[in-house]
């Protein structure tokens, strides 16, 4: 009796001490789960992915928008070491060449790896011609023939406007997305965008 005794004890106290660490792993991975797994352990590990790909509309209209913007915008910058006078005005078209390059890159990976069609090199939605700071081909064309301080000042003023349409975006997906590392890009784009608005209006005189 007596060793019946102390072996149903000892089952008690294994599973006494089993059912603690359990609650312990559970309450830390309650925490991790809190700061996005950020720094979180390996037992987080298999919630942390699901979280990292949840994405929604406003996400992937932020992609597919942001890509052709993107590419319009290296278009004109690529213009500038032929075309322009001003040396400020080619180091910062080599700025945005830059950091856009990149983005587009990461922006259509986003799309592959969400099953969502990548906007295709050169296509265009002719809605977005003259809207979200997007130019016309007009006004491609007419920065294209320009240059010396014509293109400088011509390409600041078109460069301007774009931006503008580029952080009104990014702000539209920092309200409305759900792509933690999508939120991350538009506050990149918002800050870098409008310090080179900044810098033009100086150069353009108008600050």
Do not use: Y
């Amino acid at each position: 009796m007596k060793k019946n005794h102390i072996r149903r004890t000892a089952l008690v106290v294994a599973a006494g001490a089993a059912s603690l660490v359990l609650a312990a792993c559970g309450s830390g991975d309650d925490t991790s789960g809190g700061h996005d797994g950020h720094g979180s352990s390996s037992s987080a590990s298999s919630s942390a992915p699901a979280s990292r790909s949840q994405h929604n509309s406003a996400d992937v209209a932020f992609a597919k928008g942001m890509i052709p913007h993107h590419r319009q915008a290296v278009e004109m910058a690529d213009l500038a070491p032929d075309r322009a006078e001003s040396a400020e005005v080619k180091k910062l078209a080599g700025e945005i060449k830059k950091a856009q390059d990149p983005e587009i890159k990461t922006l259509s990976g986003w799309l592959t790896s969400w099953g969502e069609q990548v906007p295709a090199e050169g296509a265009m939605d002719h809605s977005m011609h003259g809207s979200g700071g997007m130019m016309t081909a007009e006004e491609m064309d007419s920065l294209e023939k320009a240059s010396g301080k014509a293109f400088d000042t011509a390409f600041m003023e078109m460069m301007i406007k774009h931006h503008e349409g580029a952080v009104a975006m990014a702000k539209t997906q920092k309200a409305d997305g759900a792509f933690p590392k999508a939120k991350t890009m538009a506050d990149a784009i918002i800050s870098s965008q409008t310090a080179e608005m900044a810098t033009m209006n100086s150069l353009l005189g108008k600050s």
